[in-house]
């Protein structure tokens, strides 16, 4: 017995040893390759993790505080992965429009690659002609003004629906949250997927699940080349089953897309007919994809995992950034009241009673509320680590960035530089009244949406959906939190993942309004 014991602690010394020598040539192997070239400063690296005991949630206030030690631009080494992390308006400058083309591909992440069907979407697809296509066919079919234009009457409904819910639970301590992401992901469903989608439940799951997993901090994506991690990562096991649920459910939608066009419709899909799934009888997005599948006129043909891969980008880019933006805002106004009473204020008098909801998207005197969407995209950008990598070696601000380098330029820190802004940490919409500050990177110190060729496609979308959601929370109720809660005591910590989600969700009181008359 003691003699087997000795055995199997050799053999896990052994083992050991193996592990550690094979971590420690592969850091020695890297370090030699980046040894003469000038990479941007940075902290002392360790064996092995590199830069990766540095690392605290969520990444972006981690960043943010190591940027003040090391510079605006910052080489970390993150296990096998080298990244540049940027966190000045200047740099930023350099490499989303200066240097665009060089820093225009996506990061590779054990998430991406699984849950976006390796790559072949939009959002994570490589830069090149593949990507253009698939973007132009989502610019021109869902995401032009026409079209954001044609779905003001899915998002009135959904408002009156999340509007009458409020009231349903009037006086009681209701989840806002809750409330707000029911309302983003219906009208994301309704305008790609007309509205056939069975198991909305299990989608949004996967698709929060998901983005949680793909901010490029797992550790199957520090060592990406190690067989040892991938074999004894869960992460990947995780994500395989997550991609079965989420097949299971997008070919259910594709395939009831297929027989509508073919049964009820009497649609040949090749013919170019233009009847569809839409709400209203003509296309939605799944239908233009499939029209396209079938046709001659793409240069690369798509199959069902390429629209299904699109689809994810929709719903999950739709419904996050989206209701994210809703939730802080509300946030903030519970935290400012003086802000909150005056937006009210603003929507009561120009939204007065039996005014049509769609005047929110088309009434130019909500300025104030404009303002208040502004400066709290400033302080909780949807996407607060804008993530490129390099497709080349380049020079920036006087040092390399190698090619296949991770580049995440730091939106949040920019947002809260006080070279840029007064009072940096205080939400005040005022701030904008005087200075046309735009969404587009006009600006390059305010990047909600970032900048240049992988620029958010659905602003436009994006936007809408957010004021008519705020203007119908303030019209309609007066708020307050609940008894044992106080505003300055609310937690403003991010969740980790692609999308700066608020930690806590947001549970208030919601009183209906009755206007005099």
Not at 136 to 152: A, D, G, T, W
Not at 358 to 365: F, L, P, T
Not at 422 to 448: A, C, T
Request: glycine fraction near 6%; proline fraction near 5%; charge should be neutral.
């Amino acid at each position: 017995m003691v003699a087997l014991c000795s055995l199997s602690t050799a053999a896990a010394l052994i083992l050991a040893a193996i592990i550690f020598s094979f971590f420690i040539n592969t850091w020695n192997k890297s370090r030699k390759n980046l040894i003469s070239i000038k990479l941007p400063p940075g902290p002392k690296k360790l064996p092995i993790i590199g830069n990766l005991h540095l690392i605290t949630s969520p990444p972006f206030r981690c960043f943010t505080d190591l940027s003040k030690q090391y510079g605006p631009i910052m080489h970390l080494k993150l296990g096998e992965a080298d990244a540049v992390v940027v966190s000045s308006p200047e740099i930023a400058k350099q490499i989303l429009k200066d240097q665009d083309p060089c820093v225009a591909n996506r990061p590779q992440g054990v998430a991406l690659e699984i849950m976006w069907y390796n790559y072949i979407d939009i959002a994570f697809s490589p830069y090149g002609d593949y990507w253009r296509q698939m973007r132009k066919i989502c610019i021109n079919e869902l995401l032009s003004p026409r079209m954001v234009r044609s779905f003001q009457s899915i998002r009135s409904d959904e408002a009156a629906r999340m509007v009458d819910s409020l009231h349903e639970s009037s006086g009681r301590v209701v989840n806002l949250t809750e409330k707000i992401f029911s309302f983003t992901s219906s009208i994301t469903c309704r305008a790609a997927f007309g509205g056939v989608c069975k198991d909305k439940g299990t989608l949004i799951k996967v698709m929060m699940d998901t983005l949680k997993m793909a901010g490029g901090f797992e550790i199957a994506d520090f060592f990406p080349n190690s067989r040892i991690v991938s074999a004894l990562s869960w992460t990947k096991i995780r994500l395989k089953m997550m991609r079965r649920k989420l097949d299971f459910i997008l070919d259910d939608v594709i395939d009831e897309h297929k027989a509508n066009l073919a049964e009820k419709f009497g649609v040949d899909i090749a013919s170019g007919g233009r009847l569809g799934n839409g709400e209203y009888g003509g296309e939605d997005l799944i239908d233009v994809l499939l029209r396209m599948k079938e046709g001659e006129e793409l240069k690369f043909p798509i199959g069902n995992d390429n629209i299904k891969a699109v689809l994810y980008d929709i719903f999950s880019a739709g419904t996050e950034t989206s209701s994210t933006a809703i939730d802080w805002t509300m946030v903030e106004l519970m935290r400012n009241p003086k802000v909150m009473a005056r937006a009210q204020a603003e929507v009561r008098h120009i939204l007065k009673e039996g005014t049509s909801t769609s005047r929110v998207e088309q009434n130019d005197e909500l300025k104030y509320l404009k303002l208040v969407i502004k400066e709290s995209l400033r302080l909780h950008p949807p996407v607060p680590l804008l993530p490129r990598a390099s497709r080349v070696t380049c020079q920036v601000n006087g040092y390399t960035i190698p090619d296949k380098v991770r580049v995440m330029v730091n939106v949040w820190a920019m947002h809260r530089d006080p070279r840029f802004w007064k009072d940096p940490e205080e939400f005040e919409p005022e701030r904008f009244e005087n200075e046309d500050v735009d969404f587009i990177g006009g600006d390059i110190h305010y990047l909600p949406f970032g900048v240049g060729r992988r620029m958010c496609p659905g602003i436009m979308f994006g936007l809408a959906t957010v004021e008519q959601a705020i203007a119908q929370l303030l019209y309609h109720f007066d708020w307050r939190l609940p008894e044992d809660v106080r505003a300055r005591d609310l937690d403003m910590i991010e969740n980790d993942g692609l999308t700066s989600v608020r930690k806590d969700n947001l549970f208030v009181i919601a009183t209906p309004y009755h206007p005099s008359i």
